[in-house]
């Protein structure tokens, strides 16, 4: 369903937009499409609707800038090794491969589904060409946003996982990893945030600011955000009792996570002119606008 | 002799009735755990549970926990819908298997009649897929999270996406018995637009809550 907002609320939106933009991670590369905003005065007379900034070139630099981000904060930092005791004062509790392999499962299924959705409604939307992608590359854009904060932040702490804490000792050991090498030491002190529970916050996030953002909304990105948000608490939930994270960490990765999607959507928000054709709209040269509402 | 042959054959075949009943109960029965299958091994979450959440041996199964991998569900629930502007009924067959631990796999396909004061009653019918995840809370009362994702399909507007995402409880009840209560967004959308339609709106979203039973083993 369809629903248009008065224009008062593009000005609103516009501001929102820009504070997003500006606290974002990928603040750099959002900088062109800043310029593209516009005055709240012109936005007056403009459409504003959801739609990639910029080419494909665009979409790549968001995903290589993020995914290097992913890669240093996975493979290249390493986390503080202190004895950083569970963030919930709850000690220690045992792994649970079980619901750990829930949790992985959630993940992928959560993952699959919220973009085949996106996908799916941008095809019943009748939108034409690259439109039709629109959904799910901003919802995939919004998980890998909010996976790169958790796996660089988790380096800063070091706090211990709730299966490797020694209660009576006050030490962080690797017995809950099933190995004992260097990778499972750094995966000890790997607990704040989780990481399992950020990606699909994260979609979820991207999708409310797909909902909510554009001047005509569409209801199945709220079928998305709802499910990306029920699957996003269910891996909340099995990762805590998993033993893998205690509820502050799959707390501030479900919020920081989702933060970063619906910043990651808001970044993908341009202004159109109503008054004109959308090929009217002149393209800057660090912009090139696809086309087509969303 | 021939009287006696009827009696003898009407013996026998009580007999193998009998028999046949017999086996049946014993497959059937759900205290007789004849374990050939090897029955699964417990996570430290599931040792807690104590046998609140047990489930009875049927045709020979190992008995299992409720959300155990290989668990098998099937049940369904009915709705009646009756407001200012239409009157609905339908109903919602389901199975379910736990391809893994916590993790099931659902069929859920669905019928729905609904009537208008101001235009002829339709029927509308949806097939669902929905992976959900179930966790326990406490004692047999477990929390669970359903994506369901499908087609739907309505005479006027034709085939659709639907898209209804679950949440709630399931309380064991009985021996094998699951009552499930849930929250549910349901939303359908169809090709056709309301333009073509004239007054048909191609997109709903509704909110809703849902009770259901099923018996799982």
New interface residues.
Partial sequence: ?VKRRPVASHVALVGLARLASLASLACAASLPALTSVGSASAAEHRDMSVTMLGSGWYDLGFVALNGAGFAAGRYLLHPARGDRAPLDGLGHR??????G??AD??VI??LA?GA??AF??DL?E?TQGADRFRGPVITLEGALAGSVITHLVKNLFGICRPRDWDDVARKCTTRGEGHDDEAAVDEAHRSFPSGHSAPLAGMAGAAVGLWLLPSERH??N???A??SL??S??VV??RE???AHSWVDTGAAFISGGLAGFLTAALHLRVRNVQEPAAATAPTPLMFTMGGAF | MGARATVSQRHRTRVRSGSLFACAVIALSPGAARAEEKAPSE????KEEGGATELPSVAGRPIRRFAQRNVLELGGSVSYVKSNAFTQIGATPTFGWFV????QVSILPSVEYVKTFSAPGEARYSLLLE?S?H?LLAGPVF?F?G?G?GAVYEKETGM??A?A?R?GLEVLVGGSGVLKLATT?V?T???R?AIEDGTN?P???TFGLQAGYAVAW
Avoid: N
């Avoid at chain 2, 996570?43 to 599931?46: F, H, K």
């Avoid at chain 2, 893994?100 to 993790?103: A, F, H, N, R, T």
């Fill in positions: 369903m045992p792994r649970d491969a079980a619901l392999r829930a499962v959630a299924v959560g589904t085949s959705l799916a409604g019943g009748r209801d199945v709220l079928a998305v709802l499910t029920g699957f608490l269910t939930a099995l009792r998993g033993g | 996570s430290p979450a599931r893994i631990e916590y993790m992976p995840f966790f929390l999270f994506a994702t659709g996406l898209v995402p949440t967004f939303y959308a169809t090709r637009t709106e997109h709903t979203s």
